[in-house]
Every structure is written in structure tokens, then in C-alpha cells.
């Protein structure tokens, strides 16, 4: 069964670059049809897509986010990263990694906090 964990700092000073990893077990990030995504939850607010890396690499984000945002990979860790550049304090949030399987099937991360000083 696939498990997935989050890591990285869990404060950010403003206009730097968040970078986040996640750390994939129990199932390769090659795997076909696999989407693996990054999404966040900022204080009362709902989830939030930011984007996604397809199990061919291809990219997707989301367009308020774009230009800030990077996801790439490793295929021989089997890990997937996010960066975040210029980031202010609406960027606090818990963000997650997650994989797809279809639109009814995703299996979650647990979460990190993340903060951006003020």
C-alpha cells in the first residue's frame, strides 16, 4: 500500500522560496496513470489544488499559482518536490502531497505545517 510523507522547514521568511519533499513508499512514481499532487489548506479556508507531476513528468498547476510554482521529481528516490518562490504570509497553510488513482480515489499525506513569518 503506497504511503506518502511530507518534509521540509516549517517556517518560511517573506519573498523567499518554500520547498517542500515528499517521500513516496509502496508504489513508484512511474506507475502508469498516476497523477502526484501538492495541495494546501490555508487557516479557515478549504483545500487548495496547486498542481500536479504526471507519472510521465509532465506538469500541471494551477493558474493563480503558476508563476511561483515548480514540481518536479526523482525517479531513483521516489520523490516528487514543490517549490514555491515569493512567498507572503497568505502562503501560511498545511500542505499535503497526495496521489490520484482517478477522480474518486486519492490517498493522502498526513500534512505539514507551513509558515510564513510576518
Known amino acids: 500500500q503506497v504511503q506518502l510523507q511530507e518534509s521540509g522547514p516549517g517556517l518560511v521568511v517573506p519573498s523567499q522560496t518554500l520547498s517542500l519533499m515528499c517521500t513516496v513508499s509502496?508504489?513508484?512514481?512511474?506507475?502508469?496513470?498516476?497523477?502526484w499532487s501538492w495541495i494546501r489548506q490555508p487557516p479557515g479556508k478549504g483545500l487548495e489544488w496547486i498542481g500536479s507531476?504526471?507519472?510521465?513528468?509532465?506538469?500541471y498547476y494551477s493558474p493563480s499559482l503558476e508563476s511561483r510554482t515548480s514540481i518536479s521529481r526523482d525517479t531513483s528516490k521516489n520523490q516528487f518536490t514543490l517549490q514555491l518562490s515569493s512567498v507572503t504570509p497568505e502562503d501560511t497553510a498545511v500542505y499535503y502531497c497526495?496521489?490520484?488513482?482517478?477522480?474518486?480515489?486519492?490517498?493522502w499525506g498526513q500534512g505539514t505545517q507551513v509558515t510564513v513569518s510576518s
Open positions: 507531476i504526471l507519472y510521465t513528468g509532465t506538469t
Open positions: 509502496g508504489g513508484s512514481i512511474t506507475a502508469n496513470w498516476y497523477y
Open positions: 497526495a496521489r490520484r488513482e482517478d477522480s474518486a480515489h486519492w490517498y
